[in-house]
C-alpha cells in the first residue's frame, strides 16, 4: 500500500441486505447498551452483564465485518504485526490499534452505504 492509499479497502461484491440489516441492528444494540451501562438502573442487568452482552455483539460484528475486508494499511496495525495478514480470518482484526477500529467499523459501513448506491 503507498502512502496515499492509507485508508482501509472493502469489497461488498455478494454481500446481501441481510448484511447491512445485521450490521446495523448490532451497531444499534451496542449503542443502546452502552447507554444503558451508564444507567444501570433503567435495566436488571448489571454492568457485568451488559459488558457481556457487548462483546457478544462485538463478535458478531467482527464476523460481518471480515467478510467485507480486503485490506488494512499497515499503519493501522500494531507494530509487531504479521506483514501478510490476509484479511480472512476475524483473528486478524485483532492485529489493529485499538483506536482505528472504530474507524474501521465506521469506513466500512459508510463504504457499504455508497456500494448500495451504484
Given at each position: ?85 490476509k484479511w480472512d480470518k476475524v483473528e486478524d482484526l485483532d492485529w489493529m490499534l485499538s483506536e482505528k477500529f472504530e474507524e474501521l467499523t465506521q469506513l466500512a459501513l459508510t463504504a457499504r452505504q455508497s456500494s448500495a448506491k451504484n
Open positions: 500500500m503507498t502512502a496515499k492509499d492509507e485508508s482501509p479497502t472493502f469489497n461488498f461484491d455478494g454481500i446481501s441486505r441481510k448484511w447491512n440489516k445485521e450490521m446495523t441492528r448490532i451497531q444499534v444494540q451496542m449503542a443502546s447498551l452502552a447507554l444503558s451501562v451508564q444507567n444501570p438502573s433503567d435495566s436488571d442487568l448489571n454492568k457485568v452483564e451488559f459488558a457481556d452482552k457487548i462483546f457478544e455483539l462485538e463478535d458478531k460484528r467482527d464476523q460481518l465485518l471480515i467478510d467485507v475486508v480486503l485490506d488494512v494499511p499497515q499503519s493501522w496495525l500494531v507494530s509487531n504485526a504479521p506483514k501478510d495478514l
